[in-house]
Protein backbone atom coordinates (compact mmCIF):
# COMPACT_ATOMS: atom_id res chain seq x y z
CA UNK A 1 0.00 0.00 0.00
CA UNK A 2 1.50 3.50 -0.82
CA UNK A 3 0.76 6.29 2.07
CA UNK A 4 1.23 9.79 1.49
CA UNK A 5 2.97 11.44 5.11
CA UNK A 6 1.70 15.02 4.41
CA UNK A 7 3.89 17.51 6.85
CA UNK A 8 1.86 20.61 7.80
CA UNK A 9 3.13 23.21 9.56
CA UNK A 10 1.70 25.73 12.03
CA UNK A 11 2.60 28.95 10.63
CA UNK A 12 3.57 28.08 7.12
CA UNK A 13 0.88 29.89 5.69
CA UNK A 14 1.84 33.16 6.61
CA UNK A 15 5.52 32.57 5.66
CA UNK A 16 7.36 34.79 3.46
CA UNK A 17 8.92 34.23 0.00
CA UNK A 18 12.20 32.21 0.28
CA UNK A 19 11.96 31.27 3.71
CA UNK A 20 14.20 28.18 4.41
CA UNK A 21 13.94 25.60 7.13
CA UNK A 22 16.33 25.98 9.89
CA UNK A 23 19.88 23.77 9.02
CA UNK A 24 19.54 21.91 12.48
CA UNK A 25 16.07 20.62 11.65
CA UNK A 26 17.19 19.64 8.16
CA UNK A 27 20.21 17.45 9.59
CA UNK A 28 18.37 15.53 11.83
CA UNK A 29 14.99 15.50 9.33
CA UNK A 30 17.83 13.53 6.96
CA UNK A 31 18.79 11.38 9.01
CA UNK A 32 15.10 9.91 9.34
CA UNK A 33 14.63 10.34 5.00
CA UNK A 34 17.95 7.95 5.26
CA UNK A 35 16.24 5.56 7.76
CA UNK A 36 13.02 5.40 5.45
CA UNK A 37 15.51 4.58 2.22
CA UNK A 38 17.02 2.09 4.15
CA UNK A 39 14.24 0.01 5.22
CA UNK A 40 13.19 0.52 1.17
CA UNK A 41 9.49 2.03 2.09
CA UNK A 42 10.47 5.18 0.90
CA UNK A 43 9.23 6.28 -2.51
CA UNK A 44 9.45 10.07 -2.99
CA UNK A 45 9.73 13.23 -0.52
CA UNK A 46 10.09 16.95 -1.49
CA UNK A 47 10.01 20.08 0.65
CA UNK A 48 7.36 22.72 -0.80
CA UNK A 49 8.19 26.54 -1.11
CA UNK A 50 5.42 28.64 1.36
CA UNK A 51 2.50 29.37 -0.19
CA UNK A 52 3.58 32.95 -0.20
CA UNK A 53 5.40 31.81 -3.77
CA UNK A 54 2.33 29.66 -5.13
CA UNK A 55 -0.73 30.45 -6.54
CA UNK A 56 -4.38 28.52 -6.75
CA UNK A 57 -6.71 27.51 -9.30
CA UNK A 58 -10.15 27.77 -8.39
CA UNK A 59 -13.16 27.46 -11.01
CA UNK A 60 -16.09 28.87 -10.00
CA UNK A 61 -19.02 28.53 -12.16
CA UNK A 62 -16.78 26.17 -14.56
CA UNK A 63 -14.32 29.45 -14.86
CA UNK A 64 -10.50 28.85 -14.24
CA UNK A 65 -10.14 31.97 -11.50
CA UNK A 66 -6.09 32.12 -10.71
CA UNK A 67 -5.15 33.76 -7.06
CA UNK A 68 -2.16 33.85 -6.10
CA UNK A 69 -0.34 33.21 -2.44
CA UNK A 70 -0.80 33.68 0.33
CA UNK A 71 -3.75 32.63 0.85
CA UNK A 72 -5.71 34.57 3.20
CA UNK A 73 -8.64 32.17 4.38
CA UNK A 74 -5.45 28.83 4.35
CA UNK A 75 -5.27 27.58 7.89
CA UNK A 76 -2.95 24.71 7.18
CA UNK A 77 -0.91 24.39 3.93
CA UNK A 78 1.48 21.26 3.06
CA UNK A 79 5.56 22.27 3.97
CA UNK A 80 6.37 19.00 1.97
CA UNK A 81 5.66 15.30 1.59
CA UNK A 82 6.75 11.36 1.48
CA UNK A 83 5.33 9.09 -0.42
CA UNK A 84 6.38 5.43 1.47
CA UNK A 85 5.18 1.73 0.46
CA UNK A 86 4.48 0.25 3.30
CA UNK A 87 2.02 -3.62 4.53
CA UNK A 88 -0.40 -1.17 6.24
CA UNK A 89 -2.26 2.20 7.49
CA UNK A 90 -0.22 1.38 10.77
CA UNK A 91 3.01 0.79 9.80
CA UNK A 92 2.29 4.35 7.97
CA UNK A 93 2.15 5.37 11.66
CA UNK A 94 5.20 4.74 13.29
CA UNK A 95 6.94 5.67 10.42
CA UNK A 96 5.41 8.71 11.09
CA UNK A 97 5.72 8.63 14.37
CA UNK A 98 9.50 8.20 13.86
CA UNK A 99 9.70 11.83 12.52
CA UNK A 100 11.42 14.30 14.13
CA UNK A 101 8.68 17.03 13.94
CA UNK A 102 8.51 20.37 16.13
CA UNK A 103 5.62 21.51 18.49
CA UNK A 104 3.96 23.14 15.64
CA UNK A 105 4.23 20.32 12.66
CA UNK A 106 1.34 17.90 12.24
CA UNK A 107 1.71 14.43 9.90
CA UNK A 108 -1.25 13.69 8.10
CA UNK A 109 -1.00 10.21 6.53
CA UNK A 110 -3.26 9.38 3.46
CA UNK A 111 -3.90 6.29 1.47
CA UNK A 112 -2.67 6.19 -2.49
CA UNK A 113 -5.88 4.97 -4.17
CA UNK A 114 -4.91 2.17 -6.47
CA UNK A 115 -6.20 1.31 -9.62
CA UNK A 116 -7.29 -1.73 -8.49
CA UNK A 117 -9.57 0.27 -5.79
CA UNK A 118 -11.71 1.60 -8.26
CA UNK A 119 -15.14 -0.44 -9.59
CA UNK A 120 -15.08 -1.65 -13.10
CA UNK A 121 -16.48 1.94 -14.49
CA UNK A 122 -13.90 3.86 -12.97
CA UNK A 123 -11.06 1.34 -14.01
CA UNK A 124 -12.28 1.86 -17.52
CA UNK A 125 -12.83 5.30 -17.73
CA UNK A 126 -9.13 5.57 -16.44
CA UNK A 127 -7.91 2.66 -18.77
CA UNK A 128 -6.26 4.83 -21.18
CA UNK A 129 -3.58 5.75 -19.05
CA UNK A 130 -1.31 3.19 -17.80
CA UNK A 131 0.32 4.67 -15.45
CA UNK A 132 -2.41 4.26 -12.96
CA UNK A 133 -2.31 0.51 -13.79
CA UNK A 134 1.10 0.10 -13.53
CA UNK A 135 1.68 1.81 -9.97
CA UNK A 136 -0.92 -0.67 -8.58
CA UNK A 137 -0.25 -3.70 -6.51
CA UNK A 138 3.56 -2.95 -5.78
CA UNK A 139 4.63 -4.66 -2.82
Known sequence: MRFMMLMIPKGYEQAAPGTMPDAKAVAAMMKYNEALQQAGVLLGLEGLH??????????????????????????EVLGGYWMIQVKSKE???????????SDNEVIEIRQV??????????????????E???????R
Do not use: H, L, N, Y
Open 50 to 75: PPSMGARVSFSGGKPKVTDGPFAEAK
Open 132 to 138: MQAKSGQ
Open 91 to 101: EAIQWASRCPG
Open 113 to 130: QEFTDFPPDVQEAAAKFP
